[in-house]
């Protein structure tokens, strides 16, 4: 094992079956077999992965290589899901990295008690993503200096170049303006709707650029809410329909997930992207 570092996907309780059940034939990240680290009343789902991938110097490079990146987060969420389809998970960080299993071990029986009470409040809960964007016109949408002019009721050929432009940013500002009124409205109408359902949400930073990945529109909220369970569907069902009446406003919803939002941080001797033990 000199060679090999454990990689931590998640905290789960410790059952004699899970392992049998859950995770045969699962491939985790660096296509390593995943296993279950036993310690009191908890497990960690862990694999053997290789020193030279995930040491602290190595990961500081590969952290920032966004095709490593992408396919280490798909395998470590993988992991996760297929854990959350027969139990109760507490997701840990990507590249959560113990220098044994030794370590985890003592992971689980330092925060036990932590890790334990996280369990019991997450227990048939799951989480949902709730996004709202803002479609604003873009300029090919915005009407042309002729007929801004024509609508004032000058003739066009006399619509003067500078003006013609200060019209049609004037225009371009009013519709965005618009665009995120309505969008903060359906916001508004989220938070509204989720009450009585979720139990807790957690507020993220609206994703911008590489984040935002193909979606259109400006990203206006980007909410998490914890949901028990037997209410899922009804959540979904009213999130889907916060937007209506709502021109150049959409509410994407994304679910139901393993609760990443609301689970405890790894422990403080994991390494997280930068740190190691």
């Known amino acids: 094992m000199n060679g090999q570092v454990s990689y931590a996907y998640a ?15 699962v491939r985790g990240v ?32 590969r952290l920032e290589d966004l095709g490593w990146l992408e396919t280490t987060a798909r395998a470590h969420h993988f992991v996760i899901e297929t854990l959350a389809a027969h139990t109760t998970v507490l997701p840990l960080r990507l590249a959560t990295v113990y220098l044994d299993e030794d370590r985890v071990g003592e992971m689980l029986s330092e925060r036990e008690q932590d890790f334990t009470a996280m369990l019991d409040r997450l227990a048939d809960h799951v989480e949902w993503g709730v996004k709202v964007y803002a479609e604003a016109p873009t300029t090919s949408a915005a ?45 508004r109408r989220t938070e509204a709707q989720a009450r ?32 028990p369970r037997r209410l899922a569907e009804k959540f979904r069902s ?22 990443y939002s609301f689970a405890l941080p790894p422990a403080p001797d994991a390494q997280e992207g930068t740190r190691y033990r």
């Open 11 to 25: 905290v789960v309780r410790s059952s004699p079956s899970l392992e049998r059940t859950a995770l045969p034939g």
């Open 30 to 61: 660096a296509d390593s077999a995943v296993t279950l680290v036993h310690s009191g009343a908890l497990a960690a789902a862990v694999s053997a992965v290789p020193r030279e991938e995930f040491s602290e110097a190595a990961l500081k490079v």
């Open 143 to 187: 009407p042309s200096a002729a007929a801004l002019s024509a609508g004032e009721g000058g003739p066009a050929d006399e619509e003067k170049p500078g003006r013609a432009y200060l019209r049609r940013r004037r225009y371009q500002r009013q519709a965005r303006e618009d665009a995120w009124r309505l969008a903060e409205e359906a916001v």
């Open 196 to 227: 009585g359902l979720a139990v807790e949400r957690a507020r993220h930073r609206p994703q911008q650029g590489d984040l935002a990945g193909q979606a259109s529109g400006e990203n206006v909220a980007n909410d998490a809410y914890l949901v």
């Open 238 to 259: 009213r999130m889907l329909h916060a937007a209506d009446g709502l021109q150049g406003v959409r509410v994407d919803v994304t679910g139901p997930w393993a609760p």
